[in-house]
């Protein structure tokens, strides 16, 4: 850190906050090579961007910067554990040093940013040092935003396909349809067919009216690994649809990781007209009745009289009420057979030579089956063992 000059005049006290603040009115300047170091409030009413030095913002307690005209620092560092809270737009000419605490602005105010101008940049970027608000650029076409919320680092990498004027993003570990940061919301259950499910963990919010790719990434945290039936291939980008009102395939160009650890590289599209960007996956080939009945599988059926497992439940075979059911014993050989099937099979044959037989039942045994849902185009097999 470079040596400071501490500014002691022009304190006074505010009205509009507890502590103490520095207020600019036009008389603060600093020249090239010198520094100023902020430990109190920062009110700003005055232009304040002609500088060549240092603006420094330290201390244990929480600072804020606000005002009615926005400052531009040439370097600024951030060594404030308790965070500088921004309610006015801070510009950054050349270096934003984090140290130590967060840039925090408010999520639902998207005119409050740290602003990194074309030839702006940060470092020392962590969990422990970050933006937990807007970040935003000014005529860029490449650019890692160093946001995330209060407790992780989560970064989102812009690929423009153009220089942008502006852009602006920021990211929150909530639920997109239930926000608590916010005042809209993004229902993860308003979503194409072509989205078997929507993340409901975090999401990032970006603007920008020129056609870009994102890069994003998950982390145990993000608990993919507990959507049904994700897998590493499944993962895709999907966008919050402003036109549609529900969540839409962005697409992927690129996939790197697992299913704990990852990131992907989104296909090109038009930030304005996404309210939100997050993590989807790609429904089964099955479409969705396999998600809904995971008991689809193997069966055990004991037609003894006591009222359990009587009869061959196949779940919710309503769905489908145009179906047929098939089984066989351990031989191939088929031994029932039912079209539009609702729950009659308890052990006896009703086809071939068994059938002759069925008083007495089948013997006991694994037996093979397989449906077929005609109404939504599906199969399935497994298997039942039948108990005497």
């Given at each position: 850190?470079?040596?400071?000059?501490?500014?002691?005049?022009?304190?006074?006290?505010s009205l509009t906050y507890a502590q103490n603040?520095?207020?600019?009115?036009?008389?603060?300047?600093?020249?090239?090579?010198?520094?100023?170091?902020?430990?109190?409030?920062?009110?700003?009413?005055?232009?304040?961007?002609?500088?060549?030095?240092?603006?420094?913002?330290?201390?244990?307690?929480?600072?804020?910067?606000?005002?009615?005209?926005?400052?531009?620092?040439?370097?600024?560092?951030?060594?404030?554990?308790?965070?500088?809270?921004?309610?006015?737009?801070?510009?950054?000419?050349?270096?934003?040093?984090?140290?130590?605490?967060?840039?925090?602005?408010?999520?639902?105010?998207?005119?409050?940013?740290?602003?990194?101008?074309?030839?702006?940049?940060?470092?020392?970027?962590?969990?422990?040092?970050?933006?937990?608000?807007?970040?935003?650029?000014?005529?860029?076409?490449?650019?890692?935003?160093?946001?995330?919320?209060?407790n992780q680092l989560r970064p989102l990498t812009?690929?423009?396909?153009?220089?942008?004027?502006?852009?602006?993003?920021?990211?929150?570990?909530?639920?997109?349809?239930?926000?608590?940061?916010?005042?809209?919301?993004?229902?993860?259950?308003?979503?194409?067919?072509?989205?078997?499910?929507?993340?409901?963990?975090?999401?990032?919010?970006?603007?920008?009216?020129?056609?870009?790719?994102?890069?994003?990434?998950?982390?145990?945290?993000?608990?993919?690994?507990?959507?049904?039936?994700?897998?590493?291939?499944?993962?895709?980008?999907?966008?919050?649809?402003?036109?549609?009102?529900?969540?839409?395939?962005?697409?992927?160009?690129?996939?790197?990781?697992?299913?704990?650890?990852?990131?992907?590289?989104?296909?090109?599209?038009?930030?304005?007209?996404?309210?939100?960007?997050?993590?989807?996956?790609?429904?089964?080939?099955?479409?969705?009745?396999?998600?809904?009945?995971?008991?689809?599988?193997?069966?055990?059926?004991?037609?003894?009289?006591?009222?359990?497992?009587?009869?061959?439940?196949?779940?919710?075979?309503?769905?489908?009420?145009?179906?047929?059911?098939?089984?066989?014993?351990?031989?191939?050989?088929?031994?029932?057979?039912?079209?539009?099937?609702v729950d009659e099979f308890n052990g006896e044959?009703?086809?071939?030579?068994?059938?002759?037989?069925?008083?007495?039942?089948?013997?006991?045994?694994?037996?093979?089956?397989?449906?077929?849902?005609?109404?939504?185009?599906?199969?399935?097999?497994?298997?039942?063992?039948?108990?005497?």
């Amino acid at each position: 850190m470079k040596q400071l000059i501490a500014i002691s005049i022009g304190l006074f006290a505010s009205l509009t906050y507890a502590q103490n603040a520095l207020y600019n009115q036009g008389s603060i300047q600093i020249h090239p090579n010198g520094s100023i170091g902020f430990h109190t409030n920062f009110i700003n009413d005055a232009s304040f961007d002609q500088h060549i030095g240092l603006a420094g913002f330290y201390g244990n307690n929480s600072i804020q910067v606000s005002g009615n005209v926005a400052p531009s620092f040439w370097d600024a560092e951030f060594f404030v554990p308790s965070n500088v809270m921004l309610r006015i737009p801070v510009h950054i000419q050349n270096n934003a040093n984090l140290v130590d605490g967060n840039v925090d602005s408010p999520l639902d105010d998207q005119t409050v940013y740290l602003n990194f101008m074309q030839n702006g940049f940060f470092t020392g970027e962590r969990n422990g040092a970050k933006i937990t608000g807007f970040a935003a650029i000014n005529n860029r076409d490449f650019f890692s935003f160093p946001i995330g919320d209060e407790n992780q680092l989560r970064p989102l990498t812009l690929i423009s396909q153009g220089s942008t004027p502006l852009a602006r993003c920021a990211y929150l570990f909530e639920n997109p349809s239930s926000p608590t940061s916010l005042t809209s919301s993004f229902d993860v259950n308003s979503k194409v067919s072509e989205i078997g499910t929507v993340t409901d963990q975090e999401f990032w919010i970006l603007n920008s009216g020129v056609p870009a790719a994102v890069t994003i990434s998950w982390n145990a945290r993000s608990d993919l690994a507990s959507i049904p039936n994700a897998s590493f291939e499944s993962i895709i980008v999907v966008g919050w649809s402003i036109a549609a009102n529900q969540w839409v395939v962005i697409g992927n160009a690129a996939k790197g990781g697992d299913i704990t650890n990852g990131f992907i590289t989104s296909e090109v599209f038009n930030p304005n007209d996404f309210g939100a960007i997050t993590f989807g996956t790609i429904p089964l080939p099955t479409d969705t009745f396999a998600v809904n009945n995971p008991t689809l599988g193997n069966y055990f059926l004991s037609p003894n009289g006591d009222g359990i497992n009587e009869f061959l439940v196949l779940d919710n075979m309503s769905e489908s009420p145009n179906n047929s059911l098939r089984i066989f014993n351990r031989f191939g050989q088929k031994v029932f057979e039912k079209i539009n099937y609702v729950d009659e099979f308890n052990g006896e044959s009703n086809t071939g030579n068994f059938y002759l037989s069925q008083d007495i039942g089948l013997p006991e045994g694994v037996y093979f089956y397989l449906v077929t849902l005609d109404d939504l185009g599906l199969e399935y097999q497994g298997f039942l063992f039948l108990d005497r």
